[in-house]
């Protein structure tokens, strides 16, 4: 009898998604998510820091071959470093790791009231998202954050497997890949006031939205004709000033006249 050969793992392939492949369309679990994914996105770009061939995304479709069969997970919220570009006039519909560009960096999944698989490691169809991100698609940082809670947990892919990382004094989680920090922020957007997740830089900075920056850069230009009109003032107070100062010395020259004195002596 032939001993069976124990498994030693998945045959992973990279394979353009087949045109015919039905993506799913299926609503978004909360109505939050998409503006969470948005404002990380929004931040990124007021900040000058997307370049051209980076890929960033949102419910889209990333493809990997698992044993033979096409597998597409769609994140919340995605980053790729280096994607290359589509031909003109082509609209991409999904990322294939390898085939199109350089590997998947960073990936984030919003929990809703349901179990989305965010966690599992289910290793056969349907593959458990934990599991596609560590182990198929190898995604060097893995985000998983409750909105409604503000509970961010952040893993990072060591030695082949996530470990769970711990965040900073001030509760913010170091991403690598992007040179920031990611934490948690309470506050308003789009009249919506909600524990949304934001970016710091090294230095502690936050990563303004567009609309922050817009609001901030009005500020410093009110602020700054404000000073102008100060100085302006100012600048007619000296002038009124020494306009007075002049009369008087022209009225102390006249009466000097008056009474017979040279006053230019």
Do not use: C
Not at 41 to 59: C, F, V
Not at 124 to 150: A, D, N
Request: glycine content about 8%; hydrophobic content about 40%.
């Amino acid at each position: 009898m032939v001993q069976a050969q124990p498994r030693t793992g998945p045959v992973i392939t990279w394979p353009p998604l087949p045109d015919d492949f039905k993506l799913v369309d299926d609503p978004v679990e909360n109505i939050q998510q998409p503006p969470l994914a948005a404002a990380l996105t929004d931040a990124l770009g007021a900040a000058q820091r997307i370049r051209p061939e980076m890929l960033i995304g949102s419910n889209f479709g990333l493809v990997a071959g698992v044993d033979h069969e096409t597998v597409v997970k769609a994140p919340d919220w995605f980053y790729v470093p280096q994607a290359n570009p589509v031909p003109e006039g082509v609209v991409r519909r999904s990322y294939t790791p390898s085939l199109e560009g350089g590997g998947v960096a960073v990936v984030m999944e919003f929990l809703s009231a349901d179990d989305n698989g965010e966690l599992s490691i289910r290793s056969m169809p349907p593959y458990g998202k934990l599991y596609f991100y560590e182990q198929i698609l190898q995604v060097p940082v893995y985000v998983i954050y409750e909105p409604m809670r503000g509970r961010l947990e952040v893993r990072s892919l060591q030695n082949g497997g996530y470990v769970l990382q711990t965040p900073d004094a001030a509760g913010r989680f170091w991403v690598e890949p992007l040179g920031l920090f990611l934490g948690v922020w309470r506050g308003e957007r789009l009249a919506q006031t909600i524990n949304w997740l934001r970016w710091w830089d090294a230095d502690g900075n936050l990563l303004l939205w567009s609309a922050e920056q817009a609001e901030a850069e009005s500020q410093r230009a009110e602020a700054e004709s404000q000073r102008a009109e100060a100085e302006r003032q100012r600048a007619e107070a000296e002038r009124q000033r020494a306009e007075a100062e002049r009369q008087r010395a022209e009225r102390l020259a006249d009466l000097l006249r008056a009474q017979g004195i040279n006053p230019d002596l």
